[in-house]
């Protein structure tokens, strides 16, 4: 094989790497489960690529690990009930642009909500140990116990139901696939959210900042940008984002705890790992490869379905050591 | 620095910077005038990179007074001193390779996006960079990456540019092609700060001299009369460096 050819094949291997996959279960479980998994692994996957999406970022632009970042998960999901309840005359009818106005309206709130409490967390938390990363680890995991504990003083310590708006629950029935119209909807919102992210890194003056940043902060800073005020910016939309993950998995799941964000921890450093350390277009492909994996291998071999992510993981670092699009060199 | 009344761009007064625990710069005095290519020479280890650096505001002076333009720079952050006219070029040229060469640029430019007649000059200087346009910059040669590291510089008008040892690692062509486009910006009397280990690429280019040693200037004059001086280049830079190894 010559020089030209393996180069390519090292450039889009990466890229093949999820079809292939999908394909290669398609044999292994016939088309009905194959549709109907593939489908809720792309939901999950994408949900976790919200998650996951702001962290990659904050972590490629200025080096600063958040463990805390499920505590915003949890207060995304906790808005939501908040929310949902006054509304709960437009998710027990059964109209789809009721259920839907209704979703929408939490999901603005949840990412609201974790927004503007990012805002207060990088300024009174983050920004007294930046270069620090052992202070950061100690600091955030701290920080992730306190908003629990919180979330738990207002909230109280019950799980709270959260059911589906009226219309969403329930199957669509594609041939012999069964796949919830929830899933869809999530499916279409975080396509949405995950379009919009791509045109504002790779259209807009700002996300160019932010990509460049990524690469290289004090260049970026020569070249006359504020990389701190940037960061903020990023932090703020990394924990807003992270909200609208809470929101849509606290609703998938219909109940609410204190641990939400908690269980979705592993998943998401998983998924920094698999994809690349600030790379976002990693990120997605990294959260939809979790996610498939996580529904395939549960279905084909439940007893390995609680080790299936890090056999992933494991997998993909002895290919590509630096996960598969890195990006962060610091 | 070469000479009572001229006039300066740049001044550095006593410049002293630490790096952690060490002391790189030992009162460094230095003047930039304006419309002139300074070229700033010394072996490695002597302290070039820390001015250029310390300038920059990428590190910190611990005493001493750096001033712009009759504005002093202490303790202005490094987009602010960006801001006021300066660009940087450091050594490792500060590519951004994931970005396409046509973003690398855009981010150097004003919120308006690119000037047409600056965006055509620089073009013009290094062709390459058009053909190159909408491809990663990670995927240049050495050589291209430094002509968009400068390209990118002086897609904007500047007031003083600091570039740092532009053609270490380049082929003998390619730094022939840097020297020209180099060349170029001194007829255009752009005002550099260039630091620099080829010595026949800073005779080429430069107008005036400063040598630096062990964080402190040690010399400064004329850059012809340095070319023409062959023991005074020994005394101040060694064999190796005169020869323009």
Redesign the interface.
């Known amino acids: 094989m010559s020089e030209n050819w393996r180069d390519r094949l090292q450039l889009w291997a990466p890229y093949a790497l999820t079809p292939l996959i999908v394909l290669a279960a398609l044999p292994a479980m016939g088309v009905g489960p194959w549709l109907t998994l593939t489908v809720a692994g792309l939901t999950m996957g994408i949900m976790l690529f919200l998650v996951a999406s702001g962290l990659t970022l904050i972590f490629g632009l200025m080096d600063v690990l958040n463990f805390a970042h499920a505590a915003f998960v949890t207060v995304g999901a906790y808005v939501t009930v908040s929310v949902l309840r006054p509304l709960v005359g437009w998710t027990t009818e059964y109209s789809l642009t009721l259920n839907l106005i209704a979703l929408f309206v939490a999901l603005v709130s949840a990412a609201v909500a974790s927004g503007a409490l990012g805002f207060v967390f990088e300024r009174v938390i983050i920004r007294q140990v930046y270069g620090a990363p052992l202070r950061q680890i100690l600091i955030t995991i701290g920080a992730l116990t306190v908003i629990e504990q919180l979330v738990i003083v207002v909230w109280g310590p019950q799980a709270l139901v959260l059911p589906k708006p009226a219309s969403l629950r329930g199957s669509v029935f594609i041939g012999s696939s069964s796949i919830e119209t929830y899933r869809l909807v999530a499916l279409a919102v975080g396509l949405t959210v995950a379009v919009a992210m791509h045109f504002f890194l790779t259209r807009t003056r700002l996300g160019l900042v932010v990509r460049a940043g990524v690469e290289d902060r004090e260049m970026v800073q020569a070249l006359g940008y504020h990389i701190r005020r940037v960061f903020v910016g990023v932090f703020m939309a990394g924990t807003a984002l992270a909200g609208m993950g809470g929101m849509m998995w606290g609703q998938y799941q219909e109940l609410v705890t204190s641990q939400i964000g908690d269980s979705m921890t592993i998943l998401v450093f998983i998924i920094l790992i698999i994809g690349g350390l600030g790379s976002v277009g990693g990120c997605f492909i990294g959260a939809i490869l979790v996610g498939l994996t996580s529904n395939y291998v549960g279905f084909l071999a439940p007893k390995l379905a609680l080790g299936s992510n890090i056999l992933l993981m494991a997998l993909i670092l002895l290919w590509q050591p630096r996960g598969l699009f890195p990006i962060a060199e610091h | 620095m070469t000479g009572a009344g001229a006039d300066a761009l740049l001044r550095l007064e006593g410049v002293h910077t630490d790096i952690g625990r060490y002391r790189i710069l030992h009162g460094v005095n230095l003047e930039v005038r304006r419309g002139r290519v300074t070229a700033l020479l010394g072996r490695n280890g002597a302290g070039k990179t820390t001015t250029l650096r310390t300038i920059?505001g990428?590190w910190k002076a611990r005493s001493g007074r750096i001033m712009f333009d009759g504005q002093s720079l202490a303790g202005m952050?490094?987009?602010h001193i960006?801001?006021l006219g300066v660009a940087?070029v450091?050594e490792n040229m500060?590519i951004?390779?994931?970005?396409t060469v046509r973003?690398n640029m855009?981010?150097?430019t004003a919120?308006s996006g690119f000037a047409e007649s600056h965006l055509d000059r620089v073009l013009e200087s290094f062709p390459a960079l058009k053909v190159k346009w909408d491809s990663a910059a990670g995927s240049l040669s050495g050589g291209q990456k430094q002509m968009l590291a400068i390209g990118?510089a002086i897609v904007e008008p500047r007031r003083l540019l600091l570039i740092d040892e532009p053609t270490k690692g380049l082929s003998p062509a390619m730094v022939d092609q840097l020297v020209a486009a180099l060349a170029r910006l001194k007829g255009e009397q752009t005002t550099v700060l260039l630091v620099e280990q080829n010595f026949r690429v800073a005779e080429a280019i430069g107008d005036d001299v400063a040598v630096m040693d062990e964080g402190h200037i040690n010399h400064t004059g004329d850059m012809a009369a340095l070319a023409a001086d062959e023991s005074l280049q020994h005394r101040l830079l060694g064999l190796r460096m005169a020869d323009g190894l």
């Open positions: 920059m990428l952050a490094t987009p960006a801001r940087y450091p500060g951004f390779g994931k970005l973003e855009l981010l150097a919120p990118r």
